[in-house]
């Protein structure tokens, strides 16, 4: 670390503007200058503690002012921070602190005492804990009253995320560790492109983050806000008329959400929408999972016209593609064409490369890609060839113009008598009734065809459908095959934080089932 600010960090900001607001939570705001302060405090205390350039700092917090206190604090430290999800169960959370060798934790569980029984069979010397006391943990609010000394960051601290682990165990991501052997140059292109995507080019913005601090988007919206000085606005829980509420508040130029969060503003009642001035909004940011034709016409009709953005990536990769405002009619469908510096093929099972049109497996190529996952081996061809090229595990196909379409995960495939039949498509279809707000098809065991299709319907508040509403409704949009033989309707689909829809739950007592009975 050096001994003067660079620009776009903290401490520049700190003292560029130092009675500028930076952060605000609820009734809470922290100026840059206390925002440096509060982290200089903090990193002064862990380096008392024993913590240095290297350590890795699990964090398992909400969206909260201090998470951004933390990572600043370990920046200054050129420590690692391992943003873990606040679900996990204590067996889940051990398994990847083991594996990822984190020396200490910082959390806001309301009873972090269930922990220790975790933490003692660890490496982790040091637990914090925040709004609580607890037997072996550390006061968090005792940390800020250390000595503010002085020191400086050169970036954000490196992020290890754990993938979701649809599949096995989840496995870590680090994200400087993910640099491939490219060009310093390509390197820094691609990022600039990345950034460009997620931001207008006004100065003074207003953010507000609402993804989940254990995922890679919610830290890069942060940081990307903090590399500008804007200010940031953090909702800890989503709630959709109080994320409309922030934006009429502060005037919040900027926000990224998933489909889920603008699914439940639609849901809200026309007198609630009218309540919030919404007009202040520049760029609206949507990803992470499928987003309908219907939902962005609606989000544009609702926020205005020429706003909407779209990503597709992944954690091993970073960004893929990106899809500018008002290019939605024009490619209904597309996540967008690939940054600069990215590389796509679509290839089929043997994995030769498909024309364009062609629907195949969707491998990428970018200046992060990872070459292999935290405390592991390099990835093997089946996962990383020796050109650069990540299987997604995704499939689709790439239009004449180098637009990319997402069909659907390959997992996800429903193959019924020898016919590939995507969720996606069916979701869609199904998804234009009226009453339903959000849908999730899966395959489930058949005795004849291998596989059947069954749907899982979520409906918008007050509104009602039943079995056969939705089947009519299907057979006039999807072939036969393609229809569900069977539904259910259920008051909440099961969803991870970033709101994506945990299919693996919905087919899990089906496939068990059927593993009995064999």
């Known amino acids: 670390m ?11 900001w700190a003292e560029k503007r130092p009675d500028g607001i930076g952060l605000i939570e609820a009734d809470r705001n922290l100026s840059y200058a206390q925002w440096n302060d509060q982290a200089n405090r903090l990193a002064e205390a862990l380096h008392n503690r024993g913590l240095g350039r290297g350590d890795i700092v699990a964090v398992r917090t909400q969206i909260r002012l201090e998470w951004a206190i933390v990572s600043a604090a370990l920046a200054k430290l050129g420590c690692a921070l391992l943003g873990t999800n606040w679900r996990l169960t204590p067996a889940e959370l051990a398994y990847v602190l083991k594996n990822s060798g984190a020396t200490a934790i910082i959390c806001d569980d309301p009873d972090p005492e269930l922990l220790l029984g975790t933490l003692d069979e660890l490496s982790v010397t040091l637990a914090i804990t925040m709004d609580t006391t607890a037997t072996g943990f550390v006061a968090f609010s005792d940390l800020l009253v250390s000595n503010s000394v002085a020191r400086y960051s050169d970036a954000e601290p490196e992020l290890i995320i754990y993938t979701s682990g649809t599949t096995g165990l989840p496995k870590g991501v680090a994200s400087r560790s993910a640099l491939r052997a490219r060009s310093d140059a390509e390197v820094a292109e691609y990022l600039q492109d990345v950034a460009n995507s997620r931001s207008t080019p006004q100065s003074d913005n207003a953010v507000l983050i609402t993804l989940p601090m254990h995922h890679a988007a919610g830290p890069a919206a942060l940081a990307g806000a903090l590399r500008r000085g804007d200010l940031i606005v953090l909702l800890r829980r989503f709630e959709a008329e109080a994320a409309l509420a922030l934006i009429d508040q502060y005037k919040v130029n900027e926000w990224t959400g998933v489909p889920t969060m603008f699914k439940r503003i639609a849901a809200l009642p026309e007198l609630s929408l009218a309540r919030y001035d919404v007009s202040s909004i520049r760029r609206l940011g949507v990803g992470a999972a499928p987003v309908t034709p219907e939902l962005k016409e609606w989000i544009e009709g609702y926020f205005g016209e020429g706003l909407l953005t779209e990503g597709y990536g992944s954690t091993e990769t970073g960004m893929i593609t990106f899809m500018p405002p008002g290019k939605h009619r024009e490619k209904p469908g597309s996540s967008g064409q690939p940054h600069k510096h990215v590389d796509i093929s679509i290839r089929d099972d043997s994995g030769s490369s498909l024309p364009p049109g062609s629907i195949g497996e969707i491998w990428v190529r970018t200046p992060v890609t990872i070459n292999g996952y935290l405390n592991a081996d390099p990835l093997g061809p089946d996962a990383l060839d020796a050109d650069g090229f990540f299987r997604t595990g995704d499939v689709g196909h790439i239009d004449e113009d180098g637009y990319l379409f997402i069909t659907d995960r390959a997992k996800d495939m429903i193959i019924s008598g020898g016919v590939n039949i995507y969720p996606a498509e069916i979701e869609a279809a199904l998804a234009k009734h009226e009453a339903i707000q959000d849908v999730a098809v ?15 319907i979520e409906l918008k508040p007050g509104r009602t459908a039943t079995e056969g509403d939705i089947l009519d ?14 539904i259910d309707v259920v008051e909440e689909l099961p969803r991870n934080t970033m709101g994506k829809i945990l299919k693996r739950e ?13």
């Open 2 to 12: 050096g001994s003067t600010p660079l620009e776009g960090t903290l401490e520049y």
């Open 506 to 518: 919905l087919r899990e007592p089906y496939w068990q089932e059927k593993e009995r009975k064999v």
């Open 473 to 486: 409704h299907a057979a006039g949009l999807l072939a036969s095959y393609k229809r569900p033989r069977t």
């Open 442 to 456: 899966i395959g489930i065991p058949h005795a004849e065809f291998g596989e059947e299709v069954k749907a899982f």
